[in-house]
């Protein structure tokens, strides 16, 4: 005897929109229903399914994923047979309710993180000269926090010698809306450069504001969200921007990289001083190049010196008049070269490493701050406020 098959039971709007809200606007990270982005839901009686999305931006590089991201959420419904996504673009108007919503209603060109209740720590990676790693110890140090579920941002303002992007193996664009940029992420890392506004390998040749600017507006324009941790990469030395970095974050921690040498030591000892000019804190100071494991027997040797870290920490506390640690110290690895330049971060391709293992530690110490471990529980003694 035959039997009747159940009819299907046709999927409703409001589960249909539930689904959409778990997908995430690639570039703002929050729900597309939450940021008007949805532009209708039609359902036939079969269980066909269209909806429409509005991007941002006409070209959004990320078309594909939020495509690709809807039809999964939405097929995932009960009753849906089959899914078709059209895509439209924002009007000027619509742009401009997102942008103000984005800023919940706050002032245009504010710098979030220079806010007294921002929850952010900032850290400027600073060096007295360049050919240290300051780079690549930011790279790692970011990738290591975002592996360990921060969300993580990085600012590239070495305006001449920008590297980040590479080194965190993105080329991608960041997307305007309005008056706000929204930054491209690598390895759950937010990152900006102005390697991604130049053409090819073009040189900047800019005098000291537009460095200013520049930096301005990788702070105050770049829709950052909530952050844990802001790292920023800054240029060798104690130039425009250092003094930028104190006038528009003054909240933010200096982070002294050095080598072993003493030639090295002195002038990172000199770059880190400006925080008593500034009036900022100097969380503390790592060496990278402490030496090469030997391939044959696993002895480190001294290829820069040693004691590099040490001098530039027991300068800086006498200088400063407050405790400056050193944080950790990283050897030599070639690997840590080579995720420089392949743009995979070595915290991620080697992490039990000697260097790797050395970064993640590096990482948990600054990453741990943020979640509310004292400065006693990282062994880093407690400092005067200038």
Request: with cysteine; net charge negative.
């Amino acid at each position: 005897m035959a039997t009747d098959t159940p009819p299907v039971s046709t999927p409703s709007e409001e589960a249909v929109r539930a689904a959409l809200a778990t997908v995430n606007d690639p570039e703002i990270h929050r729900p597309i229903t939450e940021l008007g982005m949805v532009k209708s839901v039609d359902i036939a009686a079969g269980g066909s399914v269209a909806v429409g999305v509005y991007l941002t931006v006409s070209g959004c590089p990320l078309r594909d994923t939020i495509t690709r991201e809807v039809t999964e959420a939405v097929s995932a419904v009960e009753g849906v047979t089959s899914v078709s996504v059209e895509l439209d673009v924002m009007s000027d108007e619509q742009r401009k309710e997102l942008a103000a919503a984005l800023r919940d209603g706050k002032a245009e060109r504010e710098v979030p993180f220079a806010k007294p209740g921002s929850l952010t720590r900032v850290y400027a990676v600073a060096s007295g000269k360049g050919g240290v790693g300051k780079s690549s110890v930011t790279v790692n140090l970011a990738a290591a926090m975002a592996a360990d579920g921060l969300k993580v941002g990085v600012v590239d303002a070495d305006i001449y010698g920008h590297s980040v992007p590479r080194m965190l193996g993105t080329e991608a664009r960041p997307t305007q809306v309005e008056d706000m940029i929204m930054p491209p992420s690598a390895h759950g890392v937010k990152v900006i450069s102005i390697g991604m506004f130049t053409p090819g390998n073009a040189p900047v040749v800019w005098r000291g504001p537009m460095l200013h600017r520049a930096l301005q507006q990788f702070l105050a324009d770049v829709f950052w969200g909530d952050l844990d941790v802001l790292l920023l990469d800054l240029p060798p030395g104690t130039g425009d921007i250092a003094i930028s970095v104190a006038q528009l974050v003054p909240g933010a921690e200096i982070l002294v990289v050095t080598t072993p040498q003493q030639a090295a030591a002195e002038v990172a000892e000199r770059a880190g001083s400006i925080a008593v000019q500034t009036h900022q804190k100097i969380v503390g100071v790592v060496e990278n190049m402490s030496g090469m494991p030997c391939p044959h027997c696993d002895e480190l040797v001294d290829v820069f010196g040693s004691g590099g870290g040490e001098r530039v920490a027991e300068g800086l506390t006498r200088t400063t008049g407050a405790n400056v640690p050193v944080l950790g110290t990283i050897p030599i690895d070639v690997r840590l070269r080579e995720g420089g330049d392949d743009g995979r971060p070595i915290v991620l391709t080697d992490p039990e490493s000697p260097a790797g293992s050395a970064l993640r530690s590096i990482a948990g110490k600054l990453g741990g701050r943020k979640r509310g471990l004292s400065g006693m529980a990282l062994g880093i003694t407690p400092r005067n406020k200038f």
